[in-house]
């Protein structure tokens, strides 16, 4: 028996079987996370990255109707510029921490706004499903 399968078994005899889980692949599949690992690894990142839902929403999605409503922009430009800024976000940070905020100037996809504004989102590297190490970057209240 592996050394996982030991902690895995000793996890159940403490706590008691798992009643339900809910995996970073199935909210990749369910879309509450968005899967940015390609650009991400563009800008310099060598694990998996995914940003929330929320944070796509509003940071990084943009259409012709955001172009005609608010300014011009694209979406792979902002989300460059959510991949860059994160990455040296995560340069400054203090070693050792699992989470950090970043800060960038974006227009909010809100159907108004047409100047860039001060942003913070939050970086969190974690366990992936098989406990390899992942980034999640969110918004600073989400978890």
Known sequence: MSKSQQ????????FGPVIHSYTR????????????SD??????FK???AVTREVWNR??????DDTDRQAYQDQAGRLWDVCWMARHGISGAK????QTLFELYVIPRDGTTIEAERTAL????????EGEPVITIMLPHED
């Open 47 to 49: 694990i998996p990255v």
């Open 39 to 44: 650009t991400a690894r563009e800008a310099g």
């Open 95 to 98: 070693k050792h921490e699992s």
């Open 122 to 129: 939050k970086i969190v590297i974690g366990p992936g499903d």
């Open 7 to 14: 902690q895995q078994e000793s996890l159940t005899d403490f």
């Open 25 to 36: 692949a199935m909210a990749l599949d369910d879309g509450y996370l968005v899967d940015i």
């Open 59 to 64: 940071y990084i999605e943009w259409d012709k």
